[in-house]
Each structure stands twice: as C-alpha cells, then as structure tokens.
C-alpha cells in the first residue's frame, strides 16, 4: 500500500503527471449501506485520496435527547443502529440505570442478553448478506434473509415489532417471554448452527470470494487501535478485546463464550471473526435459556423502575422509606430520580463498542447525552484502509468494517 | 488509582480536581498542557491508555464557569483500566489543542466538537465541519441553541431547495390543473376540450 502510494508520489514528481481523476461516490450508491458520499481521488484505478462525507441522515438524536425524559429519549436510541435496534435500547438502559444505581432483576438481565445476542445474529446476518452482494455473491443474499426474517419474526412475538423494537425498560424489560418464545428459540438455536455452514460453503472455498478479500484493506492491530475501530474489525486484527470480557455487564462473565479473534486483519478475516461471532452468539442464547428456566415467575422490572413518563423536575416520595441506593430516609423530600453525575458505559454492540456517556444535573431529562458510535469511528478509519486501494477494493473494505449510517450521522 | 496518582506527581499545577461519579474517576484539568498529558497517558508504558474511547464536550451554560468541558474517555486495553479527563475551556476563547496526532481517531470527533460547539482544535489538520452543512451558522449542541430554528433564521441551503420545490411544482403529474396547460406547452395540445368529446363520443 505505502509503496503504490511511493511510486505515484515519483509520477507526481516527474513532468508527465495529469491531473488527478475526481469520483463522487454517493451518497446514493447501493455499495455504500446507505447515505455515504465518498470523494474519491484516482490515479488510473489506485485510490490516492479518501474523503468521506457523511451528515446526510443526521437528525440531531443528542440534542433531542436534551429536551426529553430519559424513559423518552430511549425510543431515538432505536433510530441509531436500526439492524440491532435492541443493543441500543439495552446500552441506553444500562448507562441510565448505572447512573440511577438501579439494580436490575436476574430474569430481565438474562431476557436482555438473549435479546442483544439475537440482535447480534440479524445484525451479522444482514452484513453478511449484503457484504457479499456487494462483492457478487448473489445467493448468499437469499439464504441470510430467510434466517433473519425468522429471527424477526421472534422479535414480533417478543415485543409486537420487528426493526424497531423498544423493548427494554429503565430498570427491566418490558413483558415476559411465554412458553412459545422460549419454545421457538430453543428451535432456532438447534437450528442455525447447521444454517451457517450453508453459507460458508456458498462462499468460503469460491475463487472469487477469495481473490476479492483476501489481503485486502489490511491494518495491523496497533493502527486498528490507534484508529479507533472495535468491535469484529479490531478482533480481525489480533486485538483481543470484546466488552463482553473486557467489562462484563449483565451475566455475561457466568456465560461460557469465546472471543472470535482473526489475526490477518484483511477483508477476509473481518469476516471469519463475524461467523465465529454468530455461533458462539448462538452458544450464548442456548445457555441464557437454561438459566430463564432458573428463574420461572420472577420479575422483569424493577420495583423501583421510574415511571414511563417522568415528571419533568423532581418527584416527591409521598411515604417515609430507605432511598434503596442511599439508605437515608427519605420522607415526603423531593428527590432526584436520577441524580447529579455522570457516566459512560460502553457495551459490545454488533458493530463495536457502542458507548453512551450521559450527564445528568439531577432534573428529569438529561443534560447532555453522548453516543459514541462504532460506524461513525468505522467510517473515519475508511481513508487509512482504501487509500493504495484499488478502486473496486473500496467496495469490499466498506463492507467489511459493517457501517450503518443511521449510527453515523445520529 | 495508579494513574491518578501518578499525574498528580507529575503535572501538579495543571489538576483542577478530583472526582468520582457512578463509580468512574474523572480528573478536571487545566486545558494549557492537555496534550502532554494526554501524551503521557498514551506513551507511559506503566499506563498506556492507548484506546480513545469517546473525545466530546459538554456545555454547562449558565450553570458553571468555564463553560464548557472537553471530555476524554480513555481506556488501557493491556491493563484494562478506565480514566476520564475533563478539560475546561471558557466561553470567550473557545481553543484547546488538538491531539489528533496522538490518536488519529480523534480526528473526527474533534471536527465533529468543533461542528456541534464550536471549539477549535489547535493543530488539527483539517478542522471543518463534518455533520452539519459547511455554511450553516451557529453551533447546534450549545444550550442557547434552540431546538425550533424561526423561519426567518433557517439554513439558506434549505431555503433554497424551498425555492426549486415551489419552482418546480408546476411539473409535478399529480399536482396538474385539469384544462390549464403544462408550463412550457402550446395550449391546442392539451387541450381538454378534445378530451371532452372523446369520451362524449
């Protein structure tokens, strides 16, 4: 790469140098997963210059989030990464809940590690799928919706929604799962792990996959941190660092799991670190439902949960009780429900570490909320991984550091 | 805190204070030598924070002085530990240097602080706008930002789609007058009354 980017440099030098070749590719380009404009400078067909330009879908989530109650604003927290919508909602909820010092119950901690997990498979289903239509792989296409839309279709059961779900709660989830989810998770996890061979052999041993991805976009582990990236696209690079066993939150340090590390750090190996992800997910919902029949009949909520709607300000606890964080007793004082302070917590999304850090002045909605979104770091790492690249590659390297520009712009 | 400490030892003068919220410590800083050390924190090999995880600002207008706080979430991903630096920058001289040549993933959420809250980075090496068009007005994220714009006070480049919209109504199939001719037509060819007969015949 350095030295494709060495000799066009002699050729710049030297007096035969034309003019540089300007593409525009977006923002309405079905290979870049959304509304992404990429101002691209050739030399022939090698990329000199990479320029992103994003704020295409920006719909100003943080400042909306300011003039929201903080049950409220969990709905924006859809509208982010829309693929996993549930790994948002759950990331929110823990920050406020850590803020609150909220505990929340075994059950819905279990309920929200299948439901974050399950987000995880859509999410590398999705990318697989389009991934490799972007590359030429129509099939694989057709195969990864079919298993998405059963996935979907247990969300629907879940919640009533299917992309946006909203489903968690400050301090719990929302419903309980019945006998028929339950049953027909315990399908799919018997299941899926024979679908997934389905689509490596689609792909894995095809030439073409091969020659497109293979040694292409490489970064090594250090420049992937020093960039920022996370998530499947660091792991690709030999960094071993998963949230999930970096800072474990709910169960995650009782569940048996591996961390799926690749060390070429190319297209290719982005891609055998999602597949790995998507069994040991997999793994992940089959245990959590071993543990659910635990804890039968216990509550999903919190009992000291806030209210849907918060009262904007601070409520009034009409009856002497123990604060349950602060152990003073409190008696017909108002009280901050979220009290004055600060946070950032960070979960393992599907696409990297999906960080909140959200400032709270003691009234009922946030001061300042912060999403620290993986795609948005992903696409800033683009120009390092494209630039030397042949034009055609940038296809490839989009695809394979998994972008979503709802995420991006926010 | 090990890290605590060890800044304490070494950049004495620049620490404001102290804290802890939620079980995080934070370190509030003077913002004069914040990239030495924000340099040490990367380069010490005892501490090695090398992973950026989050670069934002928070604007505490009318409730502390100085107004806004630089926010750096850093994590050590060897010795796993977390650390927040807040760096203080006031209202009249909103300028903080940039260390985007410590991490370049700062890069981008420095031309996004400076987007939103119109912070400059000293040294960045390309500090534009990144969300928000380039000749928009005003720095959205600051608390005397309001959330509705006033008509009169709207972006130019919306006013001017606006503009094309109304310009360019006329064309559109489904908004047609019937009997009134397309813009840009001789009137006998659309004519309705032709029309008329046909379906009288």
């Known amino acids: 790469m350095a030295q494709t980017l060495e000799i066009i440099q002699k050729q710049k030098d ?83 809940e850590k803020l609150m010092g909220l505990e929340v119950p075994r059950r819905a901690q279990i309920i929200r590690v299948i439901v974050c997990e399950m987000a995880r498979i859509a999410s590398h289903l999705l990318w697989l799928a389009t991934h490799a239509l972007d590359i030429g792989a129509m ?40 006998q028929k989810i339950i049953d027909e998770l315990y399908r799919f996890t018997e299941e ?15 030439r073409i996959w091969l020659k497109r991805t293979k040694g292409v976009g490489v970064i090594s582990g250090e420049e992937a941190v020093n960039l920022g990236l996370t998530g499947p696209s660091l792991r690709g690079s030999g960094v071993r660092y998963d949230l999930r066993r970096a800072r474990p939150y709910l169960i995650y340090d009782e569940l048996d799991f591996e961390v799926a590390v690749e060390f070429e750090g190319d297209v290719y190996s982005r891609y055998r670190v999602r597949m790995k992800e998507m069994r040991e997910a997999n793994k992940i919902i089959r245990q959590c439902l071993d543990k659910l029949a635990e804890c039968e009949g216990e509550p999903v909520i919190a009992e000291d949960a806030p209210d849907l709607v918060i009262p904007y300000g601070k409520i009034k606890r009409p009856e002497p009780a123990l604060h349950p964080k602060r152990g003073y007793l409190v008696k017909g004082v108002e009280v901050p429900i979220v009290p004055e302070g600060e946070v950032y917590f960070a979960i393992e999304a599907p696409k990297g570490e999906l960080g909140y850090y959200i400032v709270s002045d003691g009234t009922g909605h946030p001061w300042r ?26 296809i490839a390297v989009i695809g394979s550091v998994d972008i979503v520009l709802g995420e991006c712009d926010r | 805190m090990d890290a605590v400490e060890r800044l304490q030892e070494k950049f004495a003068s620049e620490i404001v204070s102290v804290g802890e919220s939620a079980g ?13 050390i924000l340099k040490f924190l990367h380069d010490s090999g005892e501490l090695l924070f090398d992973h950026l995880a989050d670069l934002t600002a928070v604007d505490w207008y009318q409730k502390k ?43 981008w959420f420095e031309r996004e602080v400076y987007d939103m809250f119109g912070i400059v980075f000293e040294g960045h090496p390309d500090l534009r706008r990144l969300l928000m068009p380039e000749d928009w007005e005003g720095f959205p994220l600051r608390k005397d930002y309001p959330l509705f714009l006033e008509p009169e006070k709207e972006w130019s480049g919306f006013k001017e789609l606006k503009e094309k919209a109304r310009r360019l109504a006329p064309y559109d199939w489904y908004q047609r007058v019937p009997g009134e001719p397309l813009p840009g037509q001789v009137k006998e060819e659309v004519s309705q009354e032709g029309e008329g007969h046909g379906t009288n015949a």
């Open chain 2, 24 to 36: 995080q410590t934070y370190i509030i800083v003077k913002r004069e030598k914040i990239f030495n």
């Open chain 1, 139 to 178: 099939t694989v296409f057709l195969y990864c919706f079919r298993d998405r839309e059963w996935l979907l279709d247990i969300f629907e059961e879940i919640c009533g929604a299917r992309l946006t779900v909203s489903y968690p709660r400050i301090g719990g989830v929302r419903l309980d799962f019945n």
């Open chain 1, 192 to 206: 899926f792990p024979h679908r997934i061979p389905e689509y490596e052999t689609l792909i894995d041993v095809n």
């Open chain 2, 65 to 107: 002085t100085p107004r806004f706080e630089v926010v750096y979430n850093l994590y050590s991903i060897r010795y796993k530990q977390f650390l927040r630096i807040k760096a203080q920058v006031p209202e009249e001289d909103p300028r903080i240097t940039s260390v985007s040549s410590i991490w370049k993933v700062a890069n």
């Open chain 1, 14 to 96: 030297s007096e035969q140098w034309d003019e540089p070749y300007l593409v525009n590719m977006g923002p309405q380009h079905p290979a870049t997963h959304g509304v992404l404009r990429l101002f691209l400078e050739l030399d022939g067909e090698t990329i000199v210059r990479c320029d992103p330009r994003i704020g295409y879908l920006h719909r100003g989530v943080e400042k909306l989030s300011e003039h929201r109650t903080y049950s409220q604003a969990m709905v924006l927290t859809d509208r982010l990464d829309y693929i996993a919508s549930a790994a948002n909602n759950v990331g929110y909820c823990l920050a406020v």
């Open chain 1, 369 to 394: 909320v912060r999403i620290r979104a993986p795609s948005f770091v992903h696409i800033s790492a683009l120009p390092a991984l494209s630039e030397g690249q042949m034009v055609a590659d940038i």
